[in-house]
């Protein structure tokens, strides 16, 4: 499968650069503006660099040449995320991985998440299929629509669905909570904070939603 992995900016951890390695093995490596730093840190070659560079400050001086540069312009209509994003649907990925090492500012990292949706709608225009995800070491967002996702080896990691388009009907097993064609809307919290609790787990959705798997915090509780 022709696979992209984006590195948004962001604090990397040292601990966590194992994890980045192996999402980056196989993959077409971007760099997104200051995400450029987390290659630095890595020793890992980026395939594309991608951005105002307003986060780097300039472009770097030492880049390889195996790495692609794309400037942009300071004021533009669309983040430097959304351009690389962009980028791997013209150039026909099928999966396209986002990495976003920490929450950050909140508009920023809404503004992310909800490029999968993006990615989704202009699959449905073109009549494709990318699978996308926005991820770190401590979650995964994916973005469904009328598909379905099987979690293995997930045990006590806790999942929530938040639906998008209007009605959303909402399947799981492997859960806490199972569930058998439940209806979601917008804004509903039914939907979340459910544990898996098999050795596989699966979720099926039809409708638009985004499944948010994760490894809970200590000490972490729900509303």
Known sequence: MKRAVLF???RYAKADVAFYKRLATGGFL???DGGYRFFKMSGLTPDLLVGDFDSLRRIPKKISPQTTVIEAEMRKDAT???MAVDYCLENRFRQIDI???FYGE???YIGNVMLLRLIGRRDR???RTTKARLVNPREEIHYLRDSKLTIREGRGRVVSVIPLSNRVVYSCRGTDYPARELVLRPGATIGLRNTITAGR???AVEGEALLV???PSQGQTGG
């Open 8 to 10: 948004l900016h962001g």
């Open 30 to 32: 971007i760099a997104v």
């Open 80 to 82: 430097d995320a959304e």
């Open 99 to 101: 990495v976003q090492p």
């Open 106 to 108: 909140a508009d920023h």
């Open 125 to 127: 225009k073109s009549n």
């Open 201 to 203: 787990a699966r979720f």
């Open 213 to 215: 798997y994760q490894t």
